[in-house]
């Protein structure tokens, strides 16, 4: 009995030991999507100054495909030691899971979360030359003509999509939705008048609209938004219970050493806080967020279970 409380006792000191000395090695930040998007920018704003304050390198590794669940799968099966991270969007966590009938992991159960990173309301957008000049046009419009409105996303199963989804359910209203493969393409239709309307990511398409290119008619957020201060909230605009934003954050795999997860929390949100990071983010859109890694889970929950009533009630799937 004394041999295994020694024994036990040695390797709680061998733990702590090694979550005080972390990182000793790099550590390895997986983004589940390609190169350029609003995730992966959050993971190189990020590397460089966890990698300035540790010494040890923090590399970024785009694992791509299957709507995020590649990368998601590959760090839930990583070693729980405080070397792999996931920098995801709100997909892999609470949205791809009601899509598909099977998924490699369960995201309520197989990580540990760190915390939210940031997190950017969307807004609706029209082409400039569009006739709709409000929600209230879109509305009519929609009532008038069902199935007939186009409204534009990166793809199904994206925050843009289960917005419109969502945006049509409280309006009591249908609208036909055209997926695309990503952001960029869906915003060139729009700004040439090949789709409708859209909802998208106010970082996205900011640049845009500043342009003249797009015209905002609301945003999903509870109150306004600084870069776009005349655009009124869906709920201004007399619709209801649209408040929506895409999220990006940070997971480990489930077990990490509670000293390391707690060190790896205060770093991240040291970096994120770093003030050319929230300027960077802040000036295109982005809500900084840093919460807790309890805060996190229970937000984590709230929003699984939020879209999993959204996509049942829409009758969405992607397989």
């Given at each position: 009995m004394k041999k295994v409380l020694l024994t036990?006792?040695?390797?709680?000191?061998?733990?702590?030991?090694?979550?005080?000395?972390?990182?000793?090695?790099?550590?390895?930040?997986?983004?589940?999507?390609?190169?350029?998007g609003s995730t992966d920018q959050v993971a190189r704003a990020i590397g460089p100054r966890l990698t300035e304050k540790f010494k040890q390198s923090f590399l970024v590794d785009n694992k791509p495909g299957a709507t995020g669940t590649i990368g998601a799968t590959f760090v839930q099966r990583a070693p729980a030691d405080g070397y792999t991270f996931l920098v995801t969007s709100l997909g892999p966590l609470v949205i791809v899971p009601h899509l598909l009938k099977s998924l490699p992991y369960d995201p309520t159960k197989d990580f540990d979360f760190i915390t939210v990173a940031v997190q950017s309301p969307n807004v609706l957008v029209v082409p400039a030359s569009s006739p709709h000049k409000s929600v209230a046009d879109v509305v009519a419009h929609l009532k008038a003509h069902p199935n007939k409105m186009s409204f534009a996303s990166a793809g199904n199963g994206s925050s843009d999509h289960l917005t419109a989804e969502l945006f049509w359910q409280q309006t009591g209203t249908q609208g036909v939705h055209i997926p695309y493969k990503g952001g960029a393409p869906a915003h060139t239709d729009l700004i040439g008048n090949q789709v409708d309307a859209s909802f998208q990511n106010v970082n996205s398409v900011i640049q845009y609209i500043k342009a003249g290119k797009m015209r905002p008619l609301a945003i999903?957020?509870?109150?306004?938004?600084?870069?776009?201060?005349?655009?009124?909230?869906?709920?201004?605009?007399?619709?209801?219970?649209?408040?929506?934003?895409?999220?990006?954050?940070?997971?480990?795999?489930?077990?990490?050493?509670?000293?390391?997860?707690?060190?790896?929390?205060?770093?991240?949100?040291?970096?994120?806080?770093d003030p050319k990071v929230k300027d960077q983010f802040v000036s295109i859109g982005f809500e900084m967020v840093t919460n807790t890694p309890e805060e996190f889970a229970a937000f984590q929950r709230k929003e699984y279970d939020r879209w999993k009533t959204v996509i049942q009630t829409g009758k969405i799937s992607i397989d």
């Amino acid at each position: 009995m004394k041999k295994v409380l020694l024994t036990a006792a040695l390797t709680l000191a061998a733990l702590g030991a090694s979550a005080q000395n972390w990182p000793e090695k790099p550590v390895t930040l997986v983004v589940p999507f390609p190169p350029g998007g609003s995730t992966d920018q959050v993971a190189r704003a990020i590397g460089p100054r966890l990698t300035e304050k540790f010494k040890q390198s923090f590399l970024v590794d785009n694992k791509p495909g299957a709507t995020g669940t590649i990368g998601a799968t590959f760090v839930q099966r990583a070693p729980a030691d405080g070397y792999t991270f996931l920098v995801t969007s709100l997909g892999p966590l609470v949205i791809v899971p009601h899509l598909l009938k099977s998924l490699p992991y369960d995201p309520t159960k197989d990580f540990d979360f760190i915390t939210v990173a940031v997190q950017s309301p969307n807004v609706l957008v029209v082409p400039a030359s569009s006739p709709h000049k409000s929600v209230a046009d879109v509305v009519a419009h929609l009532k008038a003509h069902p199935n007939k409105m186009s409204f534009a996303s990166a793809g199904n199963g994206s925050s843009d999509h289960l917005t419109a989804e969502l945006f049509w359910q409280q309006t009591g209203t249908q609208g036909v939705h055209i997926p695309y493969k990503g952001g960029a393409p869906a915003h060139t239709d729009l700004i040439g008048n090949q789709v409708d309307a859209s909802f998208q990511n106010v970082n996205s398409v900011i640049q845009y609209i500043k342009a003249g290119k797009m015209r905002p008619l609301a945003i999903t957020s509870p109150k306004r938004s600084p870069v776009l201060p005349d655009v009124p909230t869906l709920a201004e605009a007399g619709v209801k219970n649209v408040e929506v934003a895409s999220w990006q954050a940070i997971v480990a795999p489930k077990g990490l050493p509670p000293a390391v997860r707690q060190k790896a929390h205060a770093a991240f949100v040291e970096a994120l806080n770093d003030p050319k990071v929230k300027d960077q983010f802040v000036s295109i859109g982005f809500e900084m967020v840093t919460n807790t890694p309890e805060e996190f889970a229970a937000f984590q929950r709230k929003e699984y279970d939020r879209w999993k009533t959204v996509i049942q009630t829409g009758k969405i799937s992607i397989d």
